[in-house]
């Protein structure tokens, strides 16, 4: 009988399929051509393909849902068949070897896993896939285990612990912006949900540990406007083109002046109100925003909280000593914080960005983060050497036991980080 259920469920997923158009937004389709057809890493497809996902009974399966996650995100991934509520747990359309795993988990709890097929996925230039709802055509990011991916990174497990810190880490930045003005600087992506699967042996080992993370581009969609990968403006073609788009013959310069320095100021917006910096700051993680003409707001955007460092000192200010504690311990920094920019990290550097002129953009970068986190707090952390490299990085530490850092540490302890009369007079300046 489960075998012929799931062989009617398959003809009328089919059919499902056949009636709806799988339609993308165009503000999606945008960033999922840039991301595969504009990276100087690998080129891939940015048409839809078939997603194939397991039905899981949701009683099997762990769950961290935000309050504030779409609706329709959570109706679109847990169904309801016969009284029964089911997740569809997605398998990455390039994995070969993680979604066993899966097959093995249900088969210990006595159910025949058969791969279903419901979504439309397009590609990014990572792991990530674009999914879209053939019924309500809901799309979001999502984000599993694959033993194959775009650019070098290769096999990435997605384990559960993983996904509960992203998920921790989503909702303490939600937290800690909810009572600030409108953002200048960035645009958040929000991860509002994550699902998981950990089975233990009898000697407590983890035997099966798979997460499945959401992510939200309702930010973009339907908004007209355009994101750009990092990786997509230092792309030899797309970053020229864009730049002449806007009337410069001179890509270097000008994505100095409308990506590199409003990263700056992005990231140092970024620390002083949650005391994070990425530890991973390549141009996978940041987008340039695009006006409905093509025009660089001035605002980056920013996504995967889970590669960063935690100030300690600042997370103790809030009272929130229990991320720190669950975080990892390596990525916890004390009496400093780190910040570093990798803007070519993992890319291949486009002619017209020279080696010179990408160690004069670290320089610049530091100038405008210290600036900007004067602007933000009226602290001016400083640190006068220049920029150490590591590879594609530029890094620099600030110290938070000097006064400047006392004074900022303070400002925090009071909620008082964001300094509301500098930025009011910085509007009239």
């Known amino acids: 009988m489960k075998f012929n259920r799931a062989l009617s469920f398959a003809l009328i997923s089919n059919m499902v399929l056949a009636s ?26 940015d048409q839809a393909v078939s997603v ?26 847990i169904h309801e068949e016969n009284g ?73 497990h997605q384990d559960w612990d993983d996904g509960k810190q992203i998920r921790m880490m989503t909702d303490f930045v939600n937290d800690q912006l909810k009572s600030q ?10 991860e509002p949900v994550a699902f998981g699967i950990e089975t233990r042996n009898a000697k407590g080992e983890v035997v099966i540990d798979q997460g499945m993370i959401i992510r939200s581009y309702d930010t973009l969609t339907n908004s007209g406007k355009t994101y750009v990968p990092g990786f997509s403006i230092v792309h ?24 590199n320095k409003p990263l700056a100021r992005a990231l140092a917006e970024f620390f002083a109100l949650t005391g994070m910096t990425y530890d991973s700051p390549h141009s996978q993680n940041f987008l340039v925003e695009l006006d409905e003409k093509s025009r660089p707001t001035g605002k980056i955007v920013l996504r995967d909280y889970g590669d960063t460092y935690l100030t300690q000192e600042f997370f103790d200010k809030v009272g929130r000593t229990d991320i720190t504690q669950a975080w990892e311990q390596s990525n916890l920094i004390r009496g400093a914080t780190s910040v570093s920019v990798g803007i070519l990290h993992g890319n291949t550097a486009p002619s017209w960005l020279s080696e010179a002129v990408y160690n004069q953009w670290g320089v610049d970068f530091f100038k405008e983060f210290e600036k900007e986190f004067h602007r933000e707090t009226g602290v001016q952390l400083v640190n006068n050497s220049k920029p150490s ?14 006064p400047a850092g006392q004074k900022f540490l303070k ?10 009369m500098l930025r009011c007079e910085r509007i009239f300046m």
């Open 20 to 45: 709806f158009s799988h339609a993308i937004s165009k503000e999606l389709q945008q960033l999922v051509t840039l991301e595969t057809k504009a990276n100087a890493v690998t080129t891939r497809s």
């Open 52 to 77: 194939y996902h397991y039905d899981i009974p949701v009683s099997l399966i762990q769950a961290d849902i935000a309050e504030r996650a779409p609706e329709k995100f959570v109706n679109s991934l």
């Open 84 to 156: 029964v509520k089911y997740l569809r747990w997605i398998i990455n359309p390039e994995d070969t070897k993680w979604w066993q795993e899966i097959a093995n988990f249900l088969k210990d709890n006595g159910i025949t896993p058969i791969k279903k097929v419901y979504y439309k996925g397009y590609m990014t230039a990572s792991r990530s896939y674009i999914i879209v709802d053939p019924v309500t055509n809901a799309e979001f990011s999502f984000k599993g285990s694959t033993d194959k991916t775009g650019g070098h990174w290769r096999d990435k």
């Open 181 to 190: 003005p409108k953002l200048e600087n960035i645009i958040l992506l929000d």
């Open 236 to 259: 030899e073609q797309k970053g020229r083109e864009l730049a002449k788009l806007n009337g410069s013959n001179a890509p270097a310069s000008y994505w100095n002046e409308h990506y």
């Open 389 to 402: 490299a590591g590879g594609m990085y530029r890094n620099k530490g600030y110290s938070l036991v000097l």
């Open 411 to 420: 400002l925090v302890e009071q909620g008082k980080q964001r300094n509301y």
